[in-house]
């Protein structure tokens, strides 16, 4: 696969350590620190793809300290900070995502975007297709610890979005979501939380509204999801997904630990 520089950009979202709309003093989440080892990791591993143009949105006043802006950018990622009102309405996090790659989407001149959540850590070359509209799903396991939809249709994880520009796939997901108490969520799913509201819309983006996401399964392994050993495949894992917190990283999840049992593999 041939890469064209200026044909695809990564774009991913960000908030601050300690001024964040998910903020929890019990459990602070590092999210600049994540986003650094996130983007080191990208240059490092992510083969054909490591040296594209990567952003990082802030649509909050939420955000990073100016250390963090400054590492950020010693990474050669574009950091934009653009206000939008509508995020001071959001109650949860989750619902910058679609904002800020919406944002991104009409601004930014490039033919195809890639967006991943800033605590995924690319181990390895992605080798699903990129040059699509596509989403993660999640797996078996996965899927039952999260809403289920009543026509066995499978929960999107929108932690890994692939998308065609001109086919304004983020816009429309953030007009569903900002629209989403108008759809009867109970008539699709036999369980919801208000939590799950982002990933919802996405669901109804692609089963409901014909727009034909692509499937991509397989592709991580991390601290809420799927062990290694009881995946179906390994052979297409690109990222490990965890957080990291304010103290005791290694005693909520060791990382250290599940990365090296993947290089065994």
Request: proline content about 2%; aromatic content about 14%; glycine content about 2%.
């Amino acid at each position: 696969m041939t890469i064209v520089k200026n044909k695809i950009a990564l774009i991913t979202v960000i908030e601050g350590n300690f001024n964040n709309i998910n903020f929890d003093k019990s459990q602070i989440r590092l999210y600049e620190l994540e986003a650094l080892k996130c983007y080191k990791a990208w240059r490092k591993n992510a083969g054909i793809l490591k040296n594209i143009d990567i952003y990082c949105i802030c649509v909050t006043n939420n955000q990073p300290s100016k250390k963090t802006i400054q590492k950020i950018k010693n990474l050669g990622v574009n950091y934009i900070h653009e206000y939008n009102k509508i995020s001071k309405k959001f109650d949860n996090g989750f619902w910058n995502k679609p904002l800020g790659c919406s944002i991104l989407e009409n601004k930014l001149n490039y033919e195809y975007f890639i967006h991943i959540d800033l605590d995924m850590y690319i181990l390895k070359e992605i080798k699903k297709d990129i040059y699509c509209n596509s989403c993660l799903i999640y797996d078996e396991l996965d899927s039952k610890q999260e809403r289920n939809l009543l026509d066995n249709n499978i929960p999107f994880n929108t932690c890994f979005i692939t998308s065609i520009k001109k086919d304004k796939i983020f816009t429309k997901w953030l007009n569903i979501l900002l629209d989403i108490e108008k759809y009867n969520l109970n008539e699709l799913y036999s369980n919801i939380t208000k939590d799950k509201f982002e990933e919802a819309a996405f669901d109804i983006l692609s089963y409901y509204k014909f727009n034909r996401i692509k499937h991509v399964s397989d592709i991580m392994f991390g601290e809420t999801y799927t062990p290694l050993n009881k995946m179906k495949t390994t052979n297409q894992i690109s990222f490990h997904h965890y957080h990291l917190y304010g103290k005791d990283i290694l005693k909520n999840y060791n990382y250290k630990k599940y990365e090296k049992e993947f290089k065994k593999l």
